[in-house]
Every structure is written in structure tokens, then in C-alpha cells.
């Protein structure tokens, strides 16, 4: 837990407080070079699950970050960025979409891709924030490194958004 002076309160995993195994999931530099190129992102960004930096290297200036592990917690972060492009925590995935909306007019998300339609309380928030604009499938989650074999990709939201979801079935190369 960190403790989130702004806010006034820790940030909990999820509601036991421990973080889950999912939470801990790196992504592989192959991997976020991929999604990187894929979108092309211009403008500020930001990394709000930094871990071992593969996504924030790749950056360009503007670029920023926040690890949890090295006391910078995402929910304290309050600036506007064009871009946020990370492998979120899973266990408090809702969380975590919620408070992108507030701060991104882009972001991507390298999850299981059962995360865009995982409840109507995301699809309330994703409606009032723009849109899914694509969902690219990247292949099974044992490809990229992770632990499990569901189906795994990037879900970009886009601020404001209101054209059809693109589904993208490319497998990244390993």
C-alpha cells in the first residue's frame, strides 16, 4: 500500500488488500514495442504501472511515470496527458480505468482482452467517456510471458469517440 497524500487515503489492491499474483505481470520488451509502434502515440504520456520500464523507454518527451513499488502512486497522479499506455493491475482493474478517464484522452491497455466487456459498470464508464476503439488481440497471455493463457491484448479508449469498435485479430510475434 502507498499512502496517497492528496487523497487522503491508501490505495488497496482490492478489498482484502493484497495484491494478486495477476498484479505482477511484466511485460516483455518484444512485446511493448509492438503495441508502441502499433499506436504511435504523439503528445504527453504517461506510464502508470512502470514496472521495469519497457514501455516508458520507448517514449518520447513529454513522458512520465508512476511505479506504486517505488512509492508514486497513479491515484495521486492528477495531470492531463494525451496518452497512457500500460499493463494495468488486474485485481483493481475498474479502479484504475476510472481514474485513466479523468486524466487521457488516449489510453491502452495490455490486459486480457475479457476486460472490455468484463461488467455494465465498465461499459457505463467507457459510454461516458468516448469509446473502445479497438480491440487488439495479440495472441495468448503464455506468448507474452504471463502466467495464464487467456486471450490477451490492447483495448484503446479514445476520449469523445463514438464511431465502431475495430477488432484487430493480430498475434505479436514472440
Known amino acids: 500500500m502507498s499512502f496517497c497524500a492528496r487523497k ?63 512509492g508514486t502512486d497513479f491515484f495521486c497522479w492528477d495531470k492531463k496527458v494525451d496518452w497512457i499506455i500500460t499493463n494495468p493491475p488486474y485485481s483493481i482493474y475498474d479502479k484504475f480505468l476510472e481514474h485513466c478517464f479523468g486524466i487521457a484522452d488516449n489510453i491502452v491497455l495490455f490486459v486480457p482482452v475479457a476486460k472490455a466487456l468484463k461488467s455494465n459498470k465498465i461499459m457505463k464508464m467507457v459510454e461516458k467517456y468516448g469509446g473502445l476503439k479497438e480491440i487488439l488481440y495479440m495472441g495468448g497471455g503464455q506468448q507474452h510471458g504471463f502466467a495464464f493463457g487467456f486471450p490477451v491484448g490492447c483495448l484503446y479508449y479514445k476520449r469523445n469517440y463514438n464511431g465502431k469498435t475495430l477488432i484487430t485479430l493480430r498475434v505479436a510475434q514472440k
Not at 490505495?11 to 505482477?24: E, P
Open 8 to 70: 487522503g487515503k491508501p490505495t488497496k489492491a482490492n478489498k482484502s488488500g493484497v495484491a494478486t499474483a495477476a498484479d505482477s505481470v511484466m511485460t516483455r520488451k518484444e512485446t511493448a514495442k509492438f503495441i508502441y509502434d502499433w499506436y504511435k502515440p504523439e503528445g504527453s504520456i504517461l506510464e502508470p504501472a512502470a514496472g521495469s520500464n519497457v514501455f516508458y523507454d520507448l517514449f518520447c518527451q513529454p513522458k512520465y511515470r508512476c511505479e506504486i513499488t517505488e
